[in-house]
């Protein structure tokens, strides 16, 4: 297991454009939870890629030592049911038909906003996505 600093350069090595840190990776996690449930209106480009920060993330606690997963976990736990709270899983139909699905252990790629804006909810529309709340469209 590794310390924070290791593993931002680890990742950064795998391919992440830089190396990172926890902090900053639970706080995009935190703002795109946050504009999720406010009504994500962005292209599905700038989706898709804010999506990759709860991807870091998950990378990292392979590799992280016990006590800073430990530390981080609730924090985290707590954006991913925020997510959950404010998303539809649809098992990743609606944004396979725009950019291709990682593993099934990477469930937030599974799910889009319940509330579709925006072009964010022209695209998963025309997916075939479903507003969970008609009269926010």
């Not at 840190?21 to 939870?33: H, I, K, Q, Y």
């Not at 992280?64 to 709270?85: C, F, S």
């Not at 599974?110 to 926010?136: F, M, N, V």
Request: glycine share 6%; net charge negative; with cysteine.
């Amino acid at each position: 297991m590794a310390t924070e600093t290791k593993v931002g350069e680890l990742l950064h090595q795998r391919g992440w454009r830089t190396a990172f840190t926890v902090a900053e990776m639970v706080n995009a996690w935190a703002v795109l939870v946050s504009a999720v449930e406010r009504g994500y209106g962005d292209y599905i480009h700038e989706y898709t890629n804010d999506l990759y920060c709860r991807n870091w993330l998950h990378e990292a606690w392979l590799l992280l030592d016990d006590h800073i997963v430990r530390l981080w976990t609730p924090r985290i736990k707590a954006l991913d049911d925020r997510y959950k709270a404010a998303t539809i899983d649809d098992d990743g139909i609606a944004l396979d038909q725009f950019h291709r699905i990682p593993g099934p252990d990477l469930w937030w790629w599974r799910r889009y906003p319940r509330t579709l804006t925006g072009d964010l909810g022209r695209s998963l529309r025309s997916a075939g996505a479903i507003d969970a709340d008609p009269d926010t469209a």
